[in-house]
Nanobody, 124 residues
Framework: QVQVVESGGGLVQAGGSLKLSCTAS????????VGWFRQAPGKEREFVSR????????YYADSVKGRFTTSRDNAKNTVYLQMNSLKPEDTAVYYC?????????????????WGQGTQVTVSS
């Protein structure tokens, strides 16, 4: 099984930026679509973004489109989520997840392996 670990969370002021990283335990990670999800207290886990194994055709939730960018460096087994213009409503635990099948985008159940999450807190 693939193990993934998120990092880069923290406390940031509204309007600021953070860059999250998701690093996998093995190079086969480069073949997997990777999604970012987030979960705020008392809320269901929510889709944020998705990137293909090749890095093409990233897909974003409407709530983050234009502010967040996902990319990957397969040589480093790492996927990134660059978050700009952060808002207090972006506060959540952010999770990285990879899928073993192509074509997955927004459904949580389509992803097979999940990281432990990293906290992002945006102050007003």
């Amino acid at each position: 099984q693939v193990q993934v670990v998120e990092s880069g969370g923290g406390l940031v002021q509204a309007g600021g930026s953070l860059k999250l990283s998701c690093t996998a335990s093995e190079r086969t990670f480069s073949n997997f679509p990777v999604g970012w999800f987030r979960q705020a207290p008392g809320k269901e886990r929510e889709f944020v973004s998705r990137i293909s194994g090749s890095g093409s055709n990233p897909y974003y939730a409407d709530s983050v489109k234009g502010r967040f960018t996902t990319s990957r460096d397969n040589a480093k087994n790492t996927v990134y989520l660059q978050m700009n213009s952060l808002k207090p409503e972006d506060t959540a635990v952010y999770y990285c997840a990879c899928a073993l099948r192509p074509g997955v985008v927004v459904r949580l159940t389509d992803y097979d392996y999940w990281g432990q999450g990293t906290q992002v807190t945006v102050s007003s």
